[in-house]
């Protein structure tokens, strides 16, 4: 079994960090569109979060559940969209949800950021005294 390459988890997490940022946005926006009075489909919004920024990253399928779980969570937990209309509260609860994903993912970001620092100084450490 192979050593786990912490820059490389690193550069994973953060790409998980752009797509959990945009998707914030993305949901902004449908907030935004839903206060002026525009009506979408809960579930349209989730497919389409899930379509445009979770497919193609690493996890995006379990970003995507652990989004689709909290708003389900918040509406009672009947376990489906299907038909419902995305009103203001339903929206935040997604907003809500999406950023405390993007905080978890800031902190798994900063243990990846350490290990990377640790190793480099390892390894600056170890060249320092192969030269000695």
């Known amino acids: 079994m192979g050593a786990i390459n ?14 959990q940022q945009q998707v914030v946005a993305r949901l902004e926006t449908e907030l935004q569109q839903t206060i002026l009075g525009e ?5 349209n919004i989730l497919t389409d979060i899930q379509t445009q920024y979770y497919a193609g990253i690493p996890d995006g399928a379990i970003l995507y559940a652990s989004l689709e779980e909290g708003v389900r969570n918040f509406d009672g937990g009947t376990g489906t969209f299907t038909g419902v209309i995305a009103d203001q509260d339903i929206i935040r609860q997604m907003l809500y949800q999406a950023r405390a994903l993007l905080g978890e993912l800031r902190i798994e970001e900063q243990h990846y950021n350490q290990e990377v620092q640790q190793e480099q100084s390892l390894r600056k450490s170890l060249i320092d005294l192969s030269k000695a």
């Open 6 to 19: 912490t820059s490389q988890q690193l550069a994973k997490v953060r790409s998980k960090i752009d797509a």
């Open 39 to 43: 009506n979408r489909s809960a579930q």
